[in-house]
């Protein structure tokens, strides 16, 4: 027999390459998206030449701990990933980033040194999981264990959105179309319906008079009768128009998302409906899940491997939401082809995934990959071919750098605020909760 040759799984190099990505007028209640938003693209290459693919958030703070993380690589194999997170802590971050404010682009809740450190972590293992199961032939689930699934539900992530970007900013033109009420809501959810053949919805709400937004829930759910929906007004609500949402839609909402901001206010609210709440911002670190789940604050968190450091922790957190009984889905940012790629891998080796996952990427025309992902009546398939199965445009990739490079400043960081001035002078960043 002949022996197989080993492979050298060392690192030589780690190339980040931040991106400018076009994103339509999509509202929420911080304001609106920008017409471009930053992503970093990082590629792990090993000795033998193989390169690995992971991508994460691009603004300026992560680019800042990006290079010294990705230095600590070098040098180390690709499958040595316990060393690269055990001594993370030891680079440092800029105080100022992190002072307590919330992070307005993810709206993820209040920012701290060790989600910023997690949030390129992220980016760093995914790329060497994909260049270790290029290595080996395997694919990224069979390094996690392998999948329980061979396709994962997505959901259709509605928006509140401008027809376009205001008049005289550079922008991508798309064809979605407005939707600034509820007949805008129900032809978008047609058209993702149509497209990619979602059965479930998200309506991303906090953006009109709650009012208003139960009308379209209402209506979302007379065009599509049985269809699972959801609802999440990013915290912009009391307690008590919390609760008054959920008592109005109690009967067709899947689930209420972060309704109100905190864990406290969450507790409040749920101590007072029978409607699951879900999260993404008052439980995105393992500190946070204590509270959350002694309060039974919340029914269902919403993973995100950007915000947990990766895969392996994504298994983590589902198992310890198994333990408590606590459901378990995947929220989303917005992101492209390589992350959709890597939440596919980890969600299909999940257990006791009941709940569609959120993504953005429809919303997204460009990508950075040479053959877009693909959604089949309202799922993913999940590829067995090695690493994550993608392979990286390198034309596009550079297309999308000097876009970045060509820009003054103003889009390297996401601020979804200054965004809306542009169409409105006096907006402020409103206080929460909003009503």
Known sequence: ????????????????????????????????????????IVEVVTADGISGLGETYGDTKYLELAR????????????????????????????????????VGGLRGVQTAGKLRLSVLSALEVACLDALGKSLGLPVHALLGGKVRDAVEYSAYLFYKWAEHPEGVPAEKDDWGAAVDPAGVVEQARRFTERYGFTSFKLKGGVFPPEEEIAAVRALAAAFPGHPLRLD??????????????????????????????????????????VPLATNMCVTTFAEIEEAFTRDAVQVVLSDHH??????????????????????????????????????????????????????????SEDVLTERMTFEDGTVRV????????????????????????????LRDRDDAAAMRIADPDWVRPAVPRW
Request: net charge negative; hydrophobic share 40%; with cysteine.
């Open 68 to 103: 010294p993380l990705a230095d600590r690589l070098v040098g180390h194999r690709v499958d040595d990933l316990n060393r690269l997170f055990a001594g993370a802590d030891e680079v440092a971050v800029d105080a100022a980033r992190v002072s307590g404010q919330v992070d």
């Open 307 to 364: 915000y947990w450091g990766g895969l392996r922790n994504t298994q983590h957190l589902a198992a310890i939401c198994r333990t408590f009984g606590v459901g378990v889905s995947m929220h989303s940012n917005t992101h492209l082809g390589i992350s959709l790629a890597a939440m596919t891998h980890v969600a299909s080796t999940v257990p006791d995934l009941h709940h569609a996952c959120d993504s953005h990427y429809p919303w997204q």
């Open 233 to 274: 007004p990013n915290g912009a609500w009391s307690v008590e128009t919390s609760l008054k949402v959920a008592e109005e839609l109690g009967d067709v909402l899947e689930y209420l998302e972060d309704p109100a901001l905190g864990t406290p206010a969450m507790a409040e609210v749920a101590a007072g409906t029978d």
């Open 383 to 410: 590829s067995d071919a090695p690493g994550l199965g993608v392979e990286l445009d390198r034309d596009r990739l550079a297309f999308l750098h000097r876009r970045w490079l060509d820009d003054d400043g103003a």
């Open 1 to 40: 027999m002949t022996a197989t040759p080993s492979r050298d799984l060392t690192v030589t190099e780690v190339r980040l390459t931040p991106v400018l990505v076009a994103d339509p007028p999509l509202l929420n209640t911080q304001g609106v998206h920008q017409p471009y938003t930053p992503r970093l």
